[in-house]
Structure formats: C-alpha cells, structure tokens
C-alpha cells in the first residue's frame, strides 16, 4: 500500500487534483467529509461542540450550523484551537480505519488522504505517509476564486486563508509542489506524475 496526503489552502485546487487521482485509481479518502460525518446530530462531537461554543451553533433540526461556527472560530484563533480538539482526533481515528480497510481489501491499493489542515497536524500524522503532495496556488488567485465560486466576500475570503498555515509551511513539508495557478490540463499532468510514482512504489 502507498499512502499520500494530499493537502494544500484553501481553494488551491486540492479537490481537482484529488478527483483525477482517484479516476487513475487511487483509493480517495476525504477529510472534510469525515469531519461533516462525525459532527451529524446524535454524535459526540456535535454534542461537545454545543457544549463548548453555545446552542447557536446548532441549527432549528439540531444539526450543525456552519455557518454560525464559522464566524465564531475564523474571527478567534484559540476558539478555533478548541474546535480543532474535539473534531481532528475523530478524523484522524476514522481516517486510519479507512486506510487499514484498504490495504486489506488490497496491498497494492494507492491511497489519497485529501486534507486540508496536513501542515497543522502533529508531526507524526505527517510520518504516516508516504508521500506529501501540496497543491498550491498564490492567494490572490484563491481570493478570486472564493468570491466568484462560493460568493464569499474579500475579507471573509482572507480571513479564512489566514486562519490555515501560511504558504511556506505547507510548502516546507511537501514532498512535490503541485502548481495549480494555470490550465486544468497542466494541473492533471502534474498529477498524472504523482500517480506513476505511485504506482513504481507499488509495483
């Protein structure tokens, strides 16, 4: 089995790059939604995170209302800190469960962690893999494409590129630099790439 943790900021590109990697094959593991997943209503975590931020997070049916969230944790690092410690080691604890799942079902499988927060983790999640790919953009393109693909505003866009690490620390852990600032056609031969080193390590 080969593991590669795919992470870059956010709106860098990582999911057009995690989409082709798991058209050659790859077994593809998503973050975001295991964090969506253990935060459904009935679930501890959900229930830790109104006990900790307020019952305005929640919305009238009980489930989690991000956007409430949101504003709380991308304004106020240390809140973000103690949402962070409720959801990431449920994440970390599904996605190892994922991984075993899929070398068992095949040796060989390549598998693709696509997570956005790789270079905030402790440093020994980072040892788990075998690859680190980072899928990077300038912010000024980021900022572009939050406010013409997810109706975000200049400043909440900032704010949210300012609440992930910095460019140079997710570029100081990667393995291979995905440059995602130009076609989708160069993204995918970028990616295309990873993949057949990949599939050496396997063969």
């Keep these: 089995m080969y593991l590669i943790a795919l992470t870059g900021g956010i709106a860098s590109g990582k999911s057009t790059v995690a989409a082709h990697l798991a058209e050659r094959g790859a077994v593809h593991i998503d973050a975001d939604q295991l964090a969506r997943e253990i935060v459904e209503p009935g679930t501890p975590a959900l229930a830790a995170i109104a006990a900790e931020f307020g019952e305005s997070v929640l919305a009238p049916d009980g489930s989690l209302d991000r956007a409430a969230l949101g504003t709380i ?22 996605t190892r469960q994922l991984i075993d799942e899929a070398g068992a079902s095949d040796p060989r499988a390549i598998v693709v962690y696509d997570v956005p927060l790789l270079a905030e983790a402790a440093a020994d999640r980072r040892l788990a893999f075998d690859l680190i790919v980072v899928v990077h953009a300038d912010a000024e393109t980021r900022i572009t494409r939050m406010i013409t693909q997810r109706g ?52």
């Design 73 to 94: 944790i991308f304004s106020d690092s240390e809140r973000r800190e103690r949402l962070n410690a409720i959801t990431h080691p449920q994440v970390w604890s599904r």
């Design 152 to 203: 975000l505003t200049a400043v909440e866009a900032a704010a949210r590129i300012g609440a992930q690490a910095s460019d140079a620390e997710r570029l100081a852990i990667a393995d291979v630099v995905i440059d995602n600032s130009g076609t989708v056609e160069q993204t995918h031969l970028q990616a295309d790439a990873v993949w057949e080193r990949a599939v050496s390590a396997v063969s």
